[in-house]
């Protein structure tokens, strides 16, 4: 599977960006899907995820009520529209897939990925 993380760039605090993943073969729709971030000198960290089946998501408490995450598996996409955002979700953002077998699992965990894209840089200014 082969990633690409797009759609960042630089916005203004209060301001939004949607970031897309796109995926490179037919079977990532049985894949759960996550969003992460890592800030300059900081881990990476968990952002917001979802099942292979759209219905189940999980956020991090610093995102949850201005982030979601959401997919569409016939286009082989994952997005995370970024609304409300603030100077410290400045990050490379990474998007990543786990192989399941559930339809219904989501993971939050950098080590419960299988595979990850190249990232897309969010800068938002004050």
């Known amino acids: 599977v082969q990633l690409q993380a797009s759609g960042g760039g630089l916005a203004q605090a209060g301001g939004s960006l949607r970031l897309s993943c796109a995926a490179s073969?037919?079977?990532?729709?049985?894949?759960?899907a996550s969003w992460f971030r890592q800030a300059p000198g900081k881990e990476r960290e968990f952002v917001a995820a979802?099942?292979?089946?759209?219905?189940?998501?999980s956020y991090a408490d610093s995102v949850k009520g201005r982030f979601t995450i959401s997919r569409q598996n016939a286009k082989n996409m994952v997005y995370l529209q970024m609304n409300s955002l603030r100077p410290e979700d400045t990050a490379v953002y990474y998007c990543a897939v786990k192989d399941t077998s559930s339809d219904a699992s989501y993971y939050s965990g950098v080590d419960d990925m299988d595979h990850w894209g190249k990232g897309t840089l969010v800068t938002v200014s004050s």
């Open positions: 979802i099942s292979w089946n759209g219905v189940r998501s």
């Open positions: 073969r037919q079977s990532y729709s049985t894949s759960a």
